[in-house]
């Protein structure tokens, strides 16, 4: 048999071996929903999948590894949830709740397997998860921090912590998501969730150093702009 020949066997197993990763991880993503990262076993996993045993160590070495991977498609729709790029770049009331509900409406989606890798970061300590909830906890802190820079360096922010001011209003929204969404036997209505995320926004606003329109940021592009007659002038924030 020609090598021409032999190809679309080859990719046929290609093709047949893609889904039956597919059907491990979409059965794992069931299981550990269900049962929770410590008492879900490979066993449950293959029998839901309807897979051999071997068919699973084919595409995966433990449970460990299965698990990061079923999450990993969550994790990037939460971080996708909070891109300003549809939404805007504003700090008004109307954006922040805007944003907060587009995250906790990602969460609800996810809310299952996102509590469970939370509840395993704080139980597992040798399997990698805590580091990996930190890490993407940091990605969003890291991201928040940069937009109120760049917000403060616009003059539309005074002076301030960012990095510590996105770190706790970010676990604001983190807390508010999982006791609310998270924990509840069912996800919650989408105007429970609008109302959550009020709720949250409205902490978010008040808490943020926002300038006064016509009063320049301390230590902001226009507050030390050459010629102002505002340089040092202490901002006026609400």
Not at 45 to 58: D, E, K, M, T
Not at 103 to 113: E, G, K, L, P, Q
Not at 125 to 130: E, I, M, R, V, W
Not at 163 to 174: P, R
Request: net charge neutral.
């Amino acid at each position: 048999m020609s090598e021409d020949e032999r190809r679309p066997v080859r990719r046929g197993k290609n093709v047949r071996g893609l889904r039956t990763r597919q059907e491990l991880l979409d059965a794992a993503l069931s299981c550990f929903s269900e049962y929770g990262y410590a008492r879900t076993r490979i066993s449950d996993i293959v029998f839901r999948a309807g897979v051999s045993q071997g068919n699973f160590y084919r595409h995966f070495q433990s449970k460990n590894e299965i698990f990061l991977e079923a999450l990993r498609p969550s994790l990037d729709e939460l971080h996708a949830s909070t891109a300003r790029g549809g939404i805007g770049d504003g700090v008004d009331l109307a954006t922040m709740v805007a944003l907060t509900t587009s995250y906790f409406t990602s969460y609800a989606r996810n809310r299952h397997i996102l509590r469970v890798m939370r509840e395993a970061a704080a139980t597992s300590s040798d399997d990698g998860f805590a580091e990996l909830w930190l890490r993407q906890r940091g990605s969003y802190v890291e991201r928040t921090s940069r937009w109120l820079r760049r917000l403060h360096q616009q003059g539309r922010l005074a002076e301030a912590d960012f990095e510590l001011l996105a770190d706790v209003l970010g676990s604001a929204i983190e807390q508010t998501a999982y006791v609310h969404i998270g924990l509840p036997a069912e996800a919650p209505r989408p105007e429970r969730i609008h109302q959550l995320a009020a709720a949250v926004a409205q902490v978010w606003h008040r808490s943020l150093p926002i300038v006064e329109a016509g009063a320049p940021a301390e230590g902001s592009a226009v507050d030390t702009a050459p010629g102002s007659d505002q340089v040092g002038a202490g901002p006026a924030a609400r």
